[in-house]
């Protein structure tokens, strides 16, 4: 699936927060969107997975307005992994990524073998399978980001939107999450905290900056020292390792 936003803008009252802001995605490409915190990533994402609507722009799937779907139609195009999830029921692990399922039901209709078999399975690939019967609300929060993966898992879109989803993962979980994502048949947009992990997962990155772009390329073209200077105002070093994969190294 191709992602494209095209001129997007959004304002909290006088403070424009996103200003003019396009990105695309091309099919199962994994693109990241980096900079520093109140840059305006997580508000485009929201504009792309419909949170939000812009005040201007507009996204499109496949050539064709997100605004003309109507919600069950694009949730059948877009699944989210958020930064933030709660319930205020006491959901159990299997039931909230059966939620997962509903945008592929009619209304009133009930979950049945194909749902489940799905659900087992996007549980066991995100190594959850034993939680199945757990309440949602006792995991921690690295385990509830790996069920919410799950449930994106489950909905079995063309197109996957991470909002900094590796937040509340140690490093073990953080490789393997994005080691799954990136093996997934789909066109994936991230917002994306850590400048290595965007290095090693990242086909292409988008740099945003006060609500602008103000740099897109591969991790090589894009990661360099004078740019994370400009951006995050911090020296670093850029180095290879032994297998030829860059690493940044902080000051």
């Not at 073998?113 to 995100?126: R, S």
């Not at 991230?190 to 992990?197: F, K, M, V």
């Not at 988008?206 to 951006?231: D, F, H, M, S, W």
Request: proline share 3%; aromatic share 6%; with cysteine.
């Amino acid at each position: 699936m191709n992602v494209k936003a095209e001129d997007i803008k959004l304002s909290y009252g006088a403070e424009a927060i996103l200003k003019g802001v396009s990105m695309e995605a091309g099919n199962r490409e994994f693109v990241g969107l980096i900079g520093p915190n109140g840059s305006g990533k997580s508000t485009l994402l929201k504009c792309v997975y419909r949170v939000l609507s812009p005040d201007k722009g507009a996204v499109f799937l496949d050539g064709k307005p997100l605004k003309d779907m109507n919600y069950k139609t694009s949730a059948r195009s877009l699944g989210v992994v958020a930064q933030h999830n709660y319930y205020n029921f006491d959901f159990s692990v299997r039931e909230v990524v059966l939620m997962g399922r509903s945008p592929h039901k009619k209304a009133l209709e009930r979950d049945n073998a194909e749902d489940y078999a799905i659900v087992a399975e996007a549980l066991k690939t995100v190594g959850m399978a034993e939680f199945a019967d757990r309440s949602f609300s006792t995991l921690s929060g690295g385990e509830q980001q790996r069920v919410i993966l799950a449930r994106a898992l489950a909905q079995q879109t063309p197109c996957l939107i991470l909002d900094e989803p590796t937040n509340h993962l140690d490093i073990t979980h953080q490789l393997q999450l994005l080691k799954i994502v990136k093996k997934l048949d789909a066109t994936v947009i991230s917002a994306i905290h850590d400048l290595n992990i965007a290095a090693m997962f990242c086909d292409r990155i988008y740099v945003l900056k006060n609500g602008e772009i103000v740099a897109q390329g591969t991790p090589r073209e894009i990661l360099t020292r004078e740019l994370i200077r400009e951006i995050y105002e911090v020296e670093s070093d850029i180095v290879e390792d032994s297998k030829g994969n860059m690493h940044i190294l902080f000051y």
